[in-house]
């Protein structure tokens, strides 16, 4: 294989396996910092050796068993300072060496403990977030503090808090017991979502959506489905498959945003649909009703709609009800607001929008002002919905949208 040839695989190899090195190291070294280095120097090493020796059967073993042992060279060479690093780089040493195969097996399982680990009750909650999204998805600083709306110090801050926390109070490094389960898995499924709805509309950037990310999410959903099938992680799945299926038709070939009502549904993915459906109808018939299973039949209804005017509007307002009575918030508001206007007209919709705006809800948030916007548009409000489009400009983060609202200020008639 050419040198470049091996140099995009490797890249390849970068993006999709990582993470999943990275979990195994962490349980391997016992340190999420002595991992990260070991990560980076594994990779460090395929860069310099693959293209000489060409790519090894298992790339992932390689990686683990390389990083395993640059992990114990830094420890004997901090061990010069801390005798009991000496003998903690021995007994790692001397764990099984079949073990690297093992490792590749059961890598899965340490994404799991790694995600359980980072949202142990014993870190703040807003500190568990940022880890997973840090150590599990690979996240940068900087797209950690966009989610957040906060600045990267503060995130970056949090991130050191835990990995210290973690260290101290010797937390371990496994998946809770069903007894212990529930009071980790809300963050837990609130961490998956999060990094779903990252891969799925992108926070910033020129790209509306990011596949890697979304990808890693719903696997990281089956994952969780296998260990604990209970209903708001069969109503996380189902909702991310439904989701994730209008990908292919949410982008215009040159990368343009195209309204959920635009869309060509045949572009959608059928199989996610008929998996998501069923699942869906699974988790909704799981009482107490929970957010995610609410959220997954909403989504049901518009994949079970064959266009945009079949859906029914109507439904998908007592659903937001529903979701607001278990989980009340701006957003969801927002959502119930856009659902009702297209029930009952954008008169309707535009005062349930400015109603949320006035009291100080969404007054930063850029979809907020677009509604608002949208609903002046079609009342004839046509100033009113030039400063709408404009305010909701400034506040997007994603080129694609900044753009496609840009094009909606433009095609405003003159006054």
């Known amino acids: 294989m050419p040198a470049s040839a091996t140099n995009n695989a490797i890249d390849a190899i970068f993006r999709a396996e990582s993470r999943r ?139 050191v808090r835990a990995k210290s926390k973690i260290k101290a109070a010797g937390i371990p ?45 719903i696997r990281l959903g089956r994952l969780l489905l296998e260990l604990l099938p209970e209903g708001e992680v069969i109503g996380l799945l189902a909702l991310m498959l439904l989701q994730e299926s209008r990908r292919g038709a949410r982008m215009s070939p040159t990368g343009e945003l195209i309204l959920l009502e635009d869309q060509d549904r045949s572009l959608w993915n059928r199989d996610q649909i008929t998996e998501g459906l069923a699942l869906a109808r699974q988790a909704v018939t799981t009482l107490p009703l929970r957010p995610y299973a609410i959220q997954a039949a909403i989504a049901a209804v518009h994949a079970e709609a064959a266009s945009a005017a079949q859906t029914n509007w109507g ?33 309707a919709g535009l005062a349930l929008v400015d109603a949320i705006i006035q009291r100080g809800d969404l007054a930063n948030y850029h979809l907020a002002h677009a509604a608002r916007a949208e609903y002046c548009r079609q009342l004839g409000q046509i100033d009113a919905a030039r400063q709408a489009f404009e305010q909701a400009i400034t506040l997007a983060g994603q080129d694609p949208e900044r753009r496609f ?9 003159n006054r």
């Open 315 to 347: 439904q998908i307002a007592d659903l937001y009800d529903a979701l607001l009575a278990v989980e009340p918030s701006p957003v969801v508001e927002l959502n119930r607001a856009v659902a009702i206007a297209m029930r009952d007209g954008p008169a």
């Open 21 to 159: 090195v990275l979990a195994t190291l962490i349980r391997l070294l016992g340190d999420f910092d002595l991992a990260e280095e070991a990560l980076q120097e594994s990779f460090a090493s395929a860069t310099e050796q693959w293209p000489k020796t060409g790519l090894p059967d298992n790339p992932r073993a390689w990686l683990v068993s390389t990083g395993k042992f640059k992990g114990i060279d830094a420890l004997r060479r901090q061990a010069r300072a801390d005798a009991s690093l000496q003998e903690l780089a021995e007994r790692i040493a001397a764990q099984d060496r079949t073990a690297v195969a093992a490792d590749d097996d059961r890598i899965e399982d340490d994404q799991l403990r790694l995600i359980f680990t980072c949202c142990h009750p014993a870190l703040a909650a807003e500190s568990r977030i940022a880890l997973t999204l840090r150590e599990v998805c690979g996240l940068t600083t900087d797209e950690i503090a966009r989610a957040f709306l906060v600045a990267p110090p503060t995130i970056a801050q949090r991130i």
């Open 173 to 217: 490094y496994q998946v809770p017991s069903r007894r212990d389960m529930p009071e980790r898995l809300e963050t837990v499924l609130y961490v998956i979502y999060l990094v779903f709805t990252e891969g799925y509309a992108a926070s910033s950037g020129d790209s509306l959506t990011r596949a890697d990310l979304s990808t890693e999410a």
């Open 405 to 413: 609202l840009q094009r909606k200020l433009d095609s405003l008639p």
